[in-house]
Each structure stands twice: as structure tokens, then as C-alpha cells.
């Protein structure tokens, strides 16, 4: 069974330019998560969809952050103006029922560089 | 809010040294708790559990018990191996946490030297 996917793996950006990050959950998962890691801080929440839907996303920093599922398959995050604060690692992680004690699942990430 | 602390690294030990990374955490009722491992080159990956009072969680000879009169689930291992330098991090669901999001401790790095 493959695993949370992510793409690109990598992406260098200039500030103000649009960046979409994209995720392939794990085939069946219904509960979709955004994370991410700034400057070496800790692992932030973004948001978290089931199927299509928005559950929360009381982690969204701003509204330059947009994240779709549509279909609720794969999900997109896009960045729309980038800003050098932005810069991270941004991991996506699934989970079968979304239960406190489920298992979340993590991609290996996208590393973003705003120069 | 809920929030986790653990020790900060970077921790160097040689191999078959006895390993402690603690973490100590701050929630409302009766969370659950996570240890993921992060290896070079890849993403995060569970490494144990456990979700109540008691609980000890294992894998790969890692092993860490959910203590809430302390509210703590050190992670230890009895001898580790160079396989085993990676980035530790702890993690919570709360009980009242919309969502089910994790929230993470910063992250302890283990270098483990030949």
C-alpha cells in the first residue's frame, strides 16, 4: 500500500511569487492534515479536511494560504503571495476514522524556500 | 492550550549507550500521546503510542509510559544503535482538540556514534 505522498519535494521561490504544494493521502483515508515546521520550530497544525471539507482550520495563518480537496482525494496548498517568513517544511498526513487515538500518517514533506 | 516540552538537543551518545529524551506535556483531560521519529532524507513516522493513564507504548526497543500524576512519556532505549540518530518528537491529540490535530513538542535530535 503506498504511503501519504507529497509534491515537489523541494521548492525555491522568489517573496511574492505562488507556490501550490500538493498531497495524495493514503487510498481510503478520509481525514487529510496540513502541518508544518518554520525555522526549525516546532510542527505546527494547519488544517484538517474530511473528505472535502474543512473540520479546521484554526491553524491557517493568513488568508495568503488557500487549501482545496475537491473530490476529497488529494489536496492542494497554495501560497499566494509567498513571504519570506513562509519558508518551512510543510507535511501532510492522513489518518483512516480521525479519531484522538488514530494514527495520523506523514508524507516526507515539501521543503519551501522564499528567497 | 495544550502544549508539549521536550529536552532540547542535539543529544550524541555511542552506540549501545542507554538513550532518555523527556517530554512533558500541559492538556485538559486525558490526551493521547505519540512518539514520532523523523530519519534523514524522510518523513515523520509513529513510532509508539499510547492513550491512557498507564499505557506504555514500544517499538523497535523504544519505550515510553504515559504518566499523567506527572504528566510526562519520557521515551527511552535500552541500547542504542547508529540506525537510531534521527529527530525525536513528541506529540499529543487533547481530549478536547477539534479535529484530532497533534500538537508537537520542538524536536530532539540523537547523533549516535560508531
Known amino acids: 500500500e503506498a504511503g501519504v505522498t507529497q509534491f515537489p519535494s523541494h521548492s525555491v521561490i522568489e517573496k511574492g511569487q505562488t507556490v501550490t504544494l500538493r498531497c495524495d493521502p493514503i487510498s481510503g483515508h478520509d481525514n487529510l492534515y496540513w502541518y508544518r515546521r518554520v525555522m526549525g520550530k516546532e510542527i505546527k497544525f494547519l488544517l484538517h479536511f474530511v473528505k472535502e471539507s474543512k473540520q479546521d482550520e484554526s491553524g491557517m495563518p493568513n488568508n495568503r494560504f488557500l487549501a482545496e480537496r475537491t473530490g476529497g482525494t488529494y489536496s492542494t496548498l497554495k501560497v499566494q503571495p509567498a513571504e519570506l517568513e513562509d519558508s518551512g517544511v510543510y507535511f501532510c498526513?492522513?489518518?483512516?476514522?480521525?479519531?484522538?487515538?488514530?494514527?495520523?500518517?506523514f508524507g516526507p514533506g515539501t521543503r519551501l524556500t522564499v528567497l | 492550550g495544550d502544549s508539549v516540552t521536550q529536552m532540547e538537543g542535539p543529544v550524541t551518545l555511542s552506540e549501545e549507550a542507554f538513550l532518555t529524551i523527556n517530554c512533558t506535556y500541559t492538556a485538559t483531560g486525558y490526551p493521547s500521546l505519540f512518539w514520532y521519529v523523523q530519519y534523514p532524507g524522510e518523513g515523520l513516522q509513529l513510532l509508539l503510542k499510547?492513550?491512557?493513564?498507564?499505557d506504555k507504548g514500544s517499538n523497535k526497543g523504544f519505550e515510553a509510559t504515559y504518566r499523567k500524576e506527572t504528566t510526562s512519556f519520557h521515551l527511552e532505549k535500552g541500547s542504542v544503535q547508529v540506525s537510531d540518530s534521527a529527530v525525536y518528537f513528541c506529540?499529543?491529540?487533547?481530549?478536547?482538540?477539534?479535529?484530532?490535530?497533534?500538537?508537537f513538542g520542538g524536536g530532539t535530535r540523537v547523533l549516535v556514534k560508531p
Open positions: 498526513a492522513s489518518s483512516h476514522f480521525g479519531g484522538s487515538t488514530d494514527t495520523q500518517y
Open positions: 506529540a499529543l491529540i487533547g481530549t478536547y482538540a477539534a479535529g484530532n490535530k497533534l500538537t
Open positions: 499510547a492513550t491512557k493513564a498507564d
